[in-house]
Structure formats: C-alpha cells, structure tokens
C-alpha cells in the first residue's frame, strides 16, 4: 500500500511529466489556451498513457522478456501508443466533433508526444509490474492534466492583463510555466 501512495503521489506532483520531467511541452503550451480544450486533451492523455501502460508492460513482461526481445521495446512501445491514439481521434471525431475540432493538430500529436513514451519507458526502467504501471501511467496523466488545466485557467486570466509588448503571446506563456514549474519544486518534500 505505501509503494502505491508513493507512485501515485510521486508521479502526479513531485515528478510532474511536464514540470518536473519537461516531457509533452509541445501539447501542454499549445493547447492550454481555454480550459475546456485543456480539459478535453487532459481526458485523452489519460485515456492513452492509462491504457498504454497497461498494454505496453502486458507486452513487455509476457511477450518481449520470455522471448528474449525485451531490446525491441521502445518500437513496439510506438506502435501500441500509435494504435491507441488513432482509437481516441476516431472516438472524438465520431462522438465529440466540437473537442475533436478544438483540438486538431494536437490530437495526433499525443503519439508523438514523448511523456506517453516516456511513462512507457519510465515503467519498464522501475521493474513495475502490471498492476503499477498502470497505476503510475494514471497518476502520470493526471499530473499532466493538473497541470495543462492550471496553465488554461492562467492564461484565460492573462489574456485581460495589461502586459509589456515584449511580453505577449509566448513569452508570457513560458515564464508563468517557468513559475509553475518552482512552485510544484514545493511537492518534493511530500515523499
């Protein structure tokens, strides 16, 4: 139980994967622009680092290590996730037009985004079993997820800010992740 309180609150706040780790930038600053996009690719960074946990070390501890292939893990890590994301675009544009509009380019983007990756990867490197890596690749999204969220609602707020011309659009953007970042250091004393 104490190894389970520690994965989950390491992974969602003290090793945030965006402000900790520094993975999967490219969506959290370009689609953190309202908080309802943010929330929607926060769902689907879920449901994707979620169930490629649990597929990429089903595959790994009961296919590539028996067979010797455990060397081939980061190829068919992609394909998993790849597989997976196109499950979500297909999903979102039938049931969701409006997310699946807000979100474009973005979307595809989740196979290339290196935090799923990353937690695939992270996972195998800890030894988790089955049961933890799933629970670490939840925890994970859900740390990305805090965090796009927050950085959506911040910079709904900014837009209404009188700001120095040097400073509008991404500059901006990038010193209140910079804040962010050094505020979630605090989480580091939890564990």
């Given at each position: 139980?104490?190894?389970?309180?520690?994965?989950?609150?390491?992974?969602?706040?003290?090793?945030?994967?965006?402000?900790?780790?520094?993975?999967?930038?490219?969506?959290?600053?370009?689609?953190?622009?309202?908080?309802?996009?943010?929330?929607?690719?926060?769902?689907?960074?879920?449901?994707?680092?979620?169930?490629?946990?649990?597929?990429?070390?089903?595959?790994?501890?009961?296919?590539?290590?028996?067979?010797?292939?455990?060397?081939?893990?980061?190829?068919?890590?992609?394909?998993?996730?790849?597989?997976?994301?196109?499950?979500?675009?297909?999903?979102?544009?039938?049931?969701?037009?409006?997310?699946?509009?807000?979100?474009?380019?973005?979307?595809?983007?989740?196979?290339?985004?290196?935090?799923?990756?990353?937690?695939?990867?992270?996972?195998?490197?800890?030894?988790?079993?089955?049961?933890?890596?799933?629970?670490n690749g939840f925890f994970v999204?859900?740390?990305?997820?805090?965090?796009?969220?927050?950085?959506?609602?911040?910079?709904?707020?900014?837009?209404?800010?009188?700001?120095?011309?040097?400073?509008?659009?991404?500059?901006?953007?990038?010193?209140?992740?910079?804040?962010?970042?050094?505020?979630?250091?605090?989480f580091s004393g939890l564990i």
């Open positions: 139980m104490k190894t389970l309180l520690l994965i989950t609150i390491g992974s969602a706040l003290v090793n945030n994967v965006v402000l900790s780790q520094f993975l999967g930038l490219c969506p959290f600053l370009g689609v953190s622009k309202n908080v309802k996009t943010a929330s929607g690719m926060g769902a689907a960074v879920i449901f994707v680092i979620t169930i490629s946990s649990f597929f990429t070390s089903l595959i790994y501890q009961f296919l590539l290590v028996p067979l010797h292939l455990d060397y081939l893990n980061t190829i068919v890590f992609i394909l998993v996730i790849a597989a997976l994301v196109q499950f979500v675009e297909m999903f979102l544009k039938k049931k969701s037009q409006g997310l699946y509009q807000s979100l474009g380019v973005y979307l595809p983007l989740i196979t290339t985004n290196c935090a799923v990756l990353g937690v695939a990867l992270t996972n195998v490197q800890n030894d988790y079993n089955l049961l933890y890596s799933t629970i999204a859900a740390g990305f997820t805090i965090a796009i969220v927050i950085m959506a609602g911040i910079r709904e707020k900014i837009e209404y800010n009188d700001i120095s011309p040097a400073f509008k659009g991404m500059p901006i953007v990038l010193l209140t992740a910079g804040l962010m970042a050094m505020a979630f250091i605090g």
